[in-house]
């Protein structure tokens, strides 16, 4: 069985490692950029490169599939790098080929503005997928550069799924029949992700998860109505978890450069705390409580646990 986490966001070091380590964790997807620009994010995975080889015995860098299934046999953890934003681009094409060839292989479309390349989940109105935004996609599947779909508003989310020629993901979000939010799926885009072979990796996130992250239990629960509503084969994990990570690290994601105001985010009030899932350690939780639920086989469980998102990378991820 391979243990794989669509989406983190810790400011990670070697203790952290020992962690995902500890937890037997095969793949992680970290968040090299939210807001940077290209020379911002180039000098992001040169220290990504540094930090492999200085926790060589703990990491390493995943360029294909089969880098994590060999480094998950090696008992080591699979880094994958990611971007939660395209403005890594700087609006120029051939970057995105610059950046596959430097290691970078999931990037979601947009963050929480309007960009070059469309529409963001919090924008009051989205202009869907621009023509920018449609070669993005295209130069995307022809490097093998996962889209991640998971800040995007819907539209530019739909127009993104049918414009591209590979699967896409939705890294880490939830169904918003189920906790409604900005930030979560309606379903109509969930079910137009599974129709065209993507994944979607289930949050742990409290702001976003709602009741669900009252417990592993209720987290397994919201597991189940997922795969009653897109399928055992659509749906992974994507916690979302942020160690390590300060007040000035929720500050650059929520505000960036583009204001001087106060910015929520994804989190609102009245949400209940989620004390049961803050380290990699704790995947043994959401495990047993997959197992308890009743719902699942063993063979679906560890699909939702990683075979799903191997399937994915098999299909996206190029040399």
Known sequence: MLLIDGLECSNYNR???RELHDAKVSAVTITAAFWEDALETMDELGRWNDRARNN???ITIARTAEDIESAAAGGRTAVILGVQNSTPLNDRLRFVELFHRMGLRVMQLTYNNQNAVGGSCYEPE???LT?????VVHEMNRVGMLVDLSHVGNRTSLEAIHASESPVAITHANPASLVEHPRN???DVLKALADAGGVLGLATYNNIAGDYATSPQAWADMVARTVDLIGIDHVGIGTDLGQNSGDG???WMRRGRWTRDAQPGAALSNVPEQDWFRSPTHFEAITSALRDHGRFEE??????LGGNWMRLYRGVFKP
């Open 15 to 17: 203790e952290i490692f």
């Open 299 to 304: 063979k679906d469980i560890d699909a939702i």
């Open 185 to 187: 799926k309606p379903d």
């Open 126 to 128: 989205d202009s869907g």
């Open 56 to 58: 060589a015995d703990l």
């Open 249 to 251: 690290d929720l500050d």
């Open 131 to 135: 023509r920018f935004g449609r070669e």
